[in-house]
């Protein structure tokens, strides 16, 4: 009786390993999605897909680049690996530059950012710039999208054009051979030695008040934060107004890149719902979205 129970055990352990593998086979882990993955140029990036994209792609030689990449999807049992590459092309088609970001995850965390700051010559030639941008998802071995062998005429993993990109941390030689599935993004920018500014070179977002009910006769208090999002200094100014009436102005004045958050005081109120309302007094000024 104790034999055929264990036989019994025994085949029943049989099946579900050949069940398990059948089921690995047949639904392998999905692969990065395209619609997952961004790549943009950023004036300042905040977390997770809040970003201010830069005003255009014109760059004058020797400023630096700001490069956001994100990718959600990436988490297989409790992990993920996920490397970033971008790789820059001249106007004469020349590798110019290229780096890379190693990205290993233990938990349930399930997506991911990075800013690349790339720095420009003074001495690039001017004209349109190619970027690539990639994110392999290293723990899916579909190869969905592609390898990294097959990459080798975009990417220049060998050196030969005089540029580098790190290979560290991408897996071993099994994961070469097997394949990473990657999602890929093209972008383009210029590079003009007339510098440009944007027609809104400071940016008013993120709004809140101290209190949104409060008793007749307390005051107040809004927030607001300012961003400059070119390296130039610049001022200018802002006008609070409640319920159609001027109730006081604020000059803010930014180094480049910089933020800061400016505070109205709201005086005390008379009971009922009142309109407030943050007003740009210079041209240079634009409320966020």
């Known amino acids: 009786m104790d034999l055929e129970i264990k036989g019994v055990i025994r ?6 390993f050949i069940i398990l593998i059948l089921s690995s086979t047949i639904h392998p882990s999905s692969a990065i999605r395209s619609y997952e993955f961004q790549a943009d140029f950023a004036t300042y990036v905040h977390s997770f897909g809040k970003y201010i994209p830069r005003w255009n792609n014109v760059f004058k030689p020797g400023e630096k680049i700001n490069l956001y990449v994100s990718v959600e999807n990436i988490n297989v049992a409790r992990a993920g690996a996920v490397d970033f590459v971008y790789v820059i092309t001249d106007p004469n088609g020349f590798i110019i530059d290229g780096g890379g970001k190693t990205v290993r995850i233990i938990g ?6 990075n800013v690349f700051e790339i720095n420009t010559d003074e001495n690039w030639t001017v004209g349109k710039y190619r970027l690539d941008v990639f994110a392999f998802d290293v723990l899916n071995f579909n190869g969905t999208f592609g390898s990294y062998g097959s990459l080798n005429y975009k990417a220049p993993y060998t050196g030969k054009t005089g540029v580098e990109i790190s290979t560290e941390g991408r897996g071993s030689a099994y994961t070469w051979r097997r394949g990473a599935s990657y ?4 972008l383009e920018f210029i590079i003009d030695k007339t510098p440009t500014v944007p027609e809104n070179q400071l940016l008013v977002y993120d709004s809140y008040l101290k209190a949104t009910e409060l008793p007749a006769g307390v005051s107040n208090f809004l927030h607001v934060t300012v961003l400059n999002t070119i390296s130039a200094k610049g001022s200018g100014v802002l006008e609070l107004i409640i319920d159609g009436k001027p109730a006081g102005k604020k000059t803010v004045s930014l180094d480049g890149y910089k933020k800061t958050d400016v505070n109205f005081e709201i005086p005390p109120l008379g009971l009922g719902v009142h309109t407030l309302e943050v007003v740009p007094r210079t041209d240079n000024i634009k409320l966020s979205e």
């Open 11 to 16: 085949t029943f352990s049989m099946i579900i």
């Open 108 to 113: 349930y965390k399930n997506r991911y950012f």
């Open 183 to 186: 999602v890929f993004k093209n």
